[in-house]
Structures are given as structure tokens and as C-alpha cells.
T-cell receptor, first 111, second 115 residues
């Protein structure tokens, strides 16, 4: 069975600093996709970034980038130049034919 | 182009009552997923439906829970004889093709409170 693990229930970062959120997953599939979603207090789920497992190049979206280590089954999210609006729950997700989500990391941004 | 619509936004039920949660996917989307989020926890997969078919219901409790996605109308998640442990936020998401390159769109969830 596929599982997604986020071992950091909560993280804090100073405004303008960089923070890395970790995610590991377990699968026997070779073809899959990975995502990071953000959930602010409004409860809306927002796609932050996605990565195709067959691509070695790490995905980047503005201040958000991932470190994808396929052999280690690791998919961490780096947020650079953190802003107050980045404060939210962040969920790592894995997709083959259905989406499996991790338990989330609550990110606090300190002014 | 309306997004995924879930209603009601909040639902209060007494123990033993039935809860019906509705989800209208984005226009043209035929793949619907239901997730449950307990307080301070992640999204737990419940069921994946594709028009009139249940593709995967491995996350659904065996009793009291059922889901459907009829040819016409919204997807319905039904919880019979609710108990306090059913209190959670229930999210619906839809996708055009179910593939990775078809983004998953979420509704704003229904918060169920069982008293």
C-alpha cells in the first residue's frame, strides 16, 4: 500500500528566511506523481508544486522548489524568502490512480 | 466557471441521524474523490468515483458510509446513524481525467458536527 509520511507536525520560520518541509513516501510503483498542497485557515486546498517521478530535474515555482530523491523516496519542499502569507498547513501528496495525502505540516511564519 | 461546490458548508447532526453531503464537481469533470480531515490531521482518502462507478472505496468504513456519483446530479456522501467520531471536515475534489496532468480541484469542504 502506498503511504505518505510527513514527520514534522509543525515548523516555524522567520520572515524572509528559508524553510524546508520533509516528505517521504512508500510505493512499489515506478510511475507516479508527487504534489505539495497548501491549506490556509480558509480550508481551501491550493496546489503549490508538482513533480513527475520520471523527471530527474527538481520542479520549481517562484519561491517554491522541491528536492526529489527518487531512490530515497523523499520529496521535500523548500520555501525561500518566506512571507507571512505562506503560513498554512502543507500537505504532501502522491498520485498513481488516486491521491494519497500525508498528515500535514503546519508552517508558522514569524514577523 | 464555477469550481467544485460542496454543500452544506456546515452540517450539525445528532447522534443516530443521517448526514448527506453533496459535491458538484467542476463542469466536465467525471472523476470525484472524497477525503475526510479530522481536526489537526491530514486528508484521509475515502472513495474515488467516476460517473456511476465506484473505482476505489478502500478508505470508506465498511458500515454506515456510502457514496454515489449518478449520471445526473451531484456526488453524494451519505453517513447513516452518525456518531461523534464522524465529526470532521469532508472534502470533495474533482479531476477532468484522473491523470496527473489534470489538476485536482477541491471544494471548500463540509464541516460535520455530531452532537
Amino acid at each position: 500500500a502506498q503511504t505518505v509520511t510527513q514527520s514534522q507536525p509543525e515548523m516555524s520560520v522567520q520572515e524572509a528566511e528559508t524553510v524546508t518541509l520533509s516528505c517521504t513516501y512508500d510505493t512499489s510503483e515506478s510511475d507516479y506523481y508527487l504534489f505539495w498542497y497548501k491549506q490556509p485557515p480558509s480550508r481551501q486546498m491550493i496546489l503549490v508544486i508538482r513533480q513527475e517521478a520520471y523527471k530527474q530535474q527538481n520542479a520549481t515555482e517562484n519561491r517554491f522548489s522541491v528536492n526529489f530523491q527518487k531512490a530515497a523516496k523523499s520529496f521535500s519542499l523548500k520555501i525561500s524568502d518566506s512571507q507571512l502569507g505562506d503560513a498554512a498547513m502543507y500537505f504532501c501528496a502522491y498520485l498513481t490512480y488516486k491521491y494519497i495525502f500525508g498528515t500535514g505540516t503546519r508552517l508558522k511564519v514569524l514577523a | 466557471n464555477a469550481g467544485v461546490m460542496q454543500n452544506p458548508r456546515h452540517l450539525v447532526r445528532r447522534r443516530g441521524q443521517e448526514a448527506r453531503l453533496r459535491c458538484s464537481p467542476m463542469k466536465g469533470h467525471s472523476h470525484v474523490y472524497w477525503y475526510r480531515q479530522l481536526p489537526e490531521e491530514g486528508l484521509k482518502f475515502m472513495v474515488y468515483l467516476q460517473k456511476e462507478n465506484i473505482i476505489d472505496e478502500s478508505g470508506m468504513p465498511k458500515e454506515r458510509f456510502s457514496a454515489e456519483f449518478p449520471k445526473e446530479g451531484p456526488s453524494i456522501l451519505r453517513i447513516q446513524q452518525v456518531v461523534r467520531g464522524d465529526s470532521a471536515a469532508y472534502f470533495c475534489a474533482s479531476s477532468l481525467t484522473g491523470r496527473w496532468d489534470s489538476p485536482l480541484h477541491f471544494g471548500n469542504g463540509t464541516r460535520l458536527t455530531v452532537t
